[in-house]
């Protein structure tokens, strides 16, 4: 079955950085379109960002462009969010997904994922 398991999660001071981690199986990882969402208490989910299968294209939400950078390890199965310049605001749980099959829409992304993660927490103190 598909696993996602994310990691890299933790407390960060306002400005500072963090790397988070999705580890996968179950799939052939480069035949996949792969991305982020978070969602924090009150809020709907909001997309984060993405990634093509075989990493030629990346799109980002506005609220993270210029300080997110996501990539992929095709020969590990590894997906990666680097996050920096950290906010209170980007205080949420993180989810790592799957794309359905092909290109994900870059307007509206999220429908285009069948598969999320578990989910790990990111605390930015002010």
């Known amino acids: 079955q598909v696993q996602l398991v994310e990691s890299g999660g933790g407390l960060a001071q306002s400005g500072g950085s963090l790397r988070l981690s999705c580890t996968t199986s179950?799939?052939?990882?480069?035949?996949?379109?792969m991305g982020w969402a978070r969602q924090s208490p009150g809020k709907r989910l909001e997309w984060v960002g993405g990634?093509?299968?075989?990493?030629?294209?990346?799109s980002y939400g506005d609220s993270v462009k210029g300080r997110g950078t996501i990539s992929r390890d095709n020969a590990k199965s590894i997906l990666y969010l680097q996050m920096d310049s950290l906010k209170p605001e980007d205080t949420a749980h993180y989810y790592c997904?799957?794309?359905?099959?092909?290109?994900?829409?870059?307007?509206?992304?999220?429908?285009?994922?069948?598969?999320w993660g578990q989910g790990t927490q990111v605390t930015v103190s002010s």
């Open positions: 179950g799939f052939k990882f480069s035949s996949y379109a």
């Open positions: 990634i093509h299968n075989d990493g030629s294209e990346t």
């Open positions: 997904g799957k794309g359905c099959a092909g290109a994900y829409d870059d307007d509206a992304p999220l429908p285009d994922f069948c598969h």
